[in-house]
């Protein structure tokens, strides 16, 4: 699928508040959709990229043979997601930030999943 399909399916999630496809590799949103003046996605995709190098950095450092799948990031009222899409070496995710109020988080990660699994870049 198509950055911009991903992005409109991912805002279709109950709960949605933006989602960017970020270039892990240089912090650099592909797309965004959403956000605003509440949620600068463009700011977000570049911390989120620390996020998931910081991720991979411990995962070598402990010797562990793994890989990741998702990150959650639990606020007050909200969840933001990150989903690697692709290779899981962080060269390519999805961020998805929820109202906690309105959205169902097992809900959100299966469809995020599917999303990132068929994503095309």
């Known amino acids: 699928m198509r950055i911009e399909t ?10 949605a508040i933006g989602v960017a496809v970020v270039d892990g590799e240089s912090g650099m949103s ?37 890989s990741v799948e998702d990150i ?15 290779r899981s070496d962080g060269s390519l995710f999805i ?3 929820l109202d906690r109020s309105r959205s169902n988080l097992a809900l959100a990660r299966h469809s995020l999943k599917r999303i990132a699994n068929s994503l095309e870049v």
């Not at 620390?50 to 562990?64: P, S, Y």
């Not at 959650?72 to 692709?86: K, M, N, W």
Request: hydrophobic share 50%.
């Open 6 to 15: 991903a992005l409109k399916e991912a805002m279709a999630t109950d709960g």
């Open 30 to 66: 592909l797309g965004t959709l959403g956000g605003g003046m509440d949620l600068d996605l463009e700011v977000a995709a570049a911390g989120n990229t620390e996020v998931v190098r910081a991720k991979a950095r411990t995962l070598k450092a402990l010797g562990m043979d793994d």
């Open 72 to 86: 959650l990031i639990t606020l007050g009222a909200q969840y933001h997601l990150i989903r690697l899409a692709g």
């Open 95 to 97: 961020y998805l930030a």
